[in-house]
C-alpha cells in the first residue's frame, strides 16, 4: 500500500484524507497495525526475546522484577518500550489537544482486574500483541490464546450487554494527568543511570535469560514513543478489536489487528524468525488447556476494563488515572504472579496458576454481574 | 415530546456505543448521545454510519452533542 503524503494551506493529507481525520479511517488504524507489526519483529532482530518484540504483560513483568517486586531473575529488566508508549500518546495527546485528565470510575476494581489480566496473560505467557507476534512467528500454541482470548471477551460482551458498567470518571485536575508519564520518565531516567539503591539491586537487571535480552535503549526508546503516538492517534487497541466484532460486528480496529499480525509475518520470515511448530517454541509452553484458560481470563479482564494492556498504557497517558490503575495493578500482578508460584514458564503452568485463574474468572464474573447500572438516560 | 437525550459524558469505551446501540435496536427514530470526548464521538458515528443513519454533532461547552436520525 502506497501512502501519499501532501501539504495543503492547511492540513497535511495522507492518503487524501485529512491528517486530523485520517487515523480514524480504515486506513490510518491499518497503518498503525502495520507499524507495530513491522517494529516488534525489528526489535527481536535487535535484540529482544523470541516471538516477544513487544508484549506490554511481559514487559511489565520486566520492570515489576526489575523494581524488586519479584526475584525471578531471568525477567528483570526496565523495558524502555513501555515507558515509550506511554510518553508517546502523552505528547501526542498534548500536542492535539485530546490530554485530558479524568478518574474516579472504581478505581479498585480496575486495580484488581489489572492483578487477574497480568496472571491470566503470565499463565499463557503473553499478552494480546504477544499472542499475535507468536502466531506470526510460527508457535501454535498461541492459537490457544487466541481463541481463549476471543472466548473470555465473547463472556464480557453478554456482560456488557445485560448493564455491567463501572460507572462514570470525572474531569480531574490538570496536574493528575502528569503523574503516569512523570513515573514513566523516572523509570527512564533510573535505567539510564542503571541506579543501585543497594548492593546486588535493586534496580535488578537480569544476566541471562528473556530479562537480560534487549534491544539498544535509544532504539527500544524511540519505537516505544512512535507507537505511543500513532496508537493514541488511532485507538489501537486488539480487545476492542475483537469486542466490536462480537459486539456491533464492526471491523474497523480488526483490520488494525490483521495488518499487524500480516506485516509481522511477513517480516518474520525474511528475517528467518518464522519457525511453525508446537514444541519448544520460545518462551512458552505446551499446555492447551491453560493456555487457553489463562487467556479467557485476561480477555474477560480486558473487557470489564475496556481496553487490552497496550490500550490501557495510551490512555493513561492520555491522561486517564483508571488506566493508570489498571496499568499499576497490571505490575503489581505481576510481582504476584511470580512469588506466588502462578506464573508459567516454557517447563510449563506453575503449581497455583490454574486455581489463580479460576479465583480470577470467579471475581471477574461476580464483578460483571453486580457491577450494574440499569438506567443511564 | 422532548428527543430522547442520552448522557454518556464519563463513560469509558465502550459503554457509549453500547447504550447507543441499545436505543438503536429499541427503535427510536432519533436521540442524542451527549459525550465528552473525541473517541467516543468517532465511535458513534463509526456505528451510526455501519447502521445507515443521519449522524451529525455540535459542540456544548465541552461536551459533544451527537443527534442520530433515521
Given at each position: ?5 501532501v ?65 525471578a ?25 485530546e ?13 484488581f482486574?489489572?492483578?487477574?489480566a ?30 481463549g ?15 455491567y ?31 543501585e ?16 535480552m534487549?534491544?539498544?535503549?535509544w ?7 512512535l ?22 460486528r ?13 506485516a ?29 484458560s489463562?487467556?479467557v ?9 475496556g481496553?487490552c494492556?497496550g ?22 500482578g ?5 512469588n506466588f ?18 479465583t ?13 447500572e440499569?438506567?443511564?438516560? | ?8 459524558r ?9 447504550l ?14 451527549i ?14 454510519k ?6 451529525h454533532f ?13
Amino acid at each position: 500500500m502506497l501512502i501519499h503524503f501532501v501539504m495543503d494551506d492547511k492540513n497535511l493529507h495522507i492518503g487524501g484524507i485529512p491528517m486530523s481525520e485520517f487515523f480514524a479511517s480504515r486506513k490510518g488504524i491499518i497503518l498503525a497495525g502495520g507499524v507495530i507489526g513491522i517494529l516488534a519483529p525489528l526489535l527481536q532482530y535487535l535484540g529482544n526475546p523470541p516471538n516477544m518484540g513487544i508484549c506490554v504483560a511481559c514487559m511489565e513483568r520486566d520492570i515489576a522484577g526489575a523494581i524488586g517486586l519479584h526475584r525471578a531473575d531471568v525477567v528483570q529488566y526496565i523495558r524502555p518500550e513501555i515507558i515509550g508508549f506511554v510518553l508517546g500518546a502523552f505528547l501526542s495527546s498534548l500536542i492535539f489537544r485530546e490530554h485530558k485528565p479524568r478518574g474516579g470510575s472504581a478505581p479498585l476494581i480496575r486495580f484488581f482486574l489489572g492483578i487477574f489480566a497480568m496472571i491470566g496473560a503470565l499463565v499463557f505467557l503473553g499478552c494480546p500483541w504477544r499472542a499475535l507476534l507468536r502466531l506470526s512467528g510460527g508457535d501454535g500454541n498461541a492459537i490457544l490464546g487466541i481463541l481463549g482470548l476471543t472466548t473470555g471477551i465473547t463472556i464480557g460482551v453478554i456482560l456488557l450487554k445485560n448493564g455491567y458498567n463501572l460507572g462514570r470518571s470525572y474531569t480531574q485536575k490538570t496536574f493528575s494527568g502528569w503523574i503516569f508519564p512523570a513515573l514513566m520518565l523516572g523509570l527512564l531516567l533510573m535505567l539510564v543511570y542503571r541506579v543501585e539503591f543497594s548492593a546486588g539491586g535493586p534496580i535488578f537487571f537480569s544476566v541471562k535469560g528473556p530479562g537480560a535480552m534487549h534491544a539498544p535503549l535509544w532504539m527500544s526508546t524511540a519505537a516505544g514513543i512512535l507507537i505511543g503516538i500513532i496508537a493514541q492517534r488511532s485507538r489501537f487497541c486488539t480487545m476492542g478489536a475483537i469486542r466490536d466484532v462480537v459486539l456491533i460486528r464492526d471491523y474497523h480496529l480488526i483490520s488494525g489487528v490483521g495488518a499487524l499480525l500480516i506485516a509481522a509475518f511477513g517480516l518474520n520470515l525474511i528475517l528467518g524468525q518464522f519457525h511453525p511448530g508446537f514444541e519448544g517454541q520460545p518462551i512458552a509452553h505446551t499446555n492447551h488447556v491453560w493456555n487457553f484458560s489463562g487467556m479467557v481470563l485476561s480477555g474477560l479482564a480486558f473487557v470489564l476494563a475496556g481496553g487490552c494492556p497496550g490500550r490501557q498504557l495510551f490512555l493513561a497517558g492520555e491522561g486517564d488515572m483508571d488506566a493508570g490503575i489498571f496499568a499499576l495493578g497490571m505490575i503489581i500482578g505481576a510481582g504476584i504472579a511470580h512469588n506466588f508460584a502462578l506464573a508459567s514458564s516454557p517447563k510449563g503452568v506453575a503449581a497455583f496458576g490454574p486455581a489463580a485463574v479460576i479465583t480470577g474468572l470467579i471475581f471477574c464474573l461476580i464483578i460483571g454481574l453486580t457491577m450494574r447500572e440499569k438506567s443511564i438516560t | 415530546m422532548s428527543t430522547k437525550r442520552i448522557d454518556a459524558r464519563g463513560l469509558s469505551c465502550p459503554q457509549p456505543v453500547v447504550l447507543a446501540n441499545r436505543a438503536i435496536e429499541e427503535g427510536h427514530n432519533s436521540f442524542e448521545v451527549i459525550v465528552d470526548n473525541e473517541v467516543s464521538r468517532e465511535n458513534i458515528f463509526r456505528l451510526a454510519k455501519k447502521r445507515s443513519l443521519n449522524v451529525h454533532f455540535h459542540e456544548e461547552g465541552s461536551d459533544i452533542v451527537i443527534s442520530i436520525a433515521r
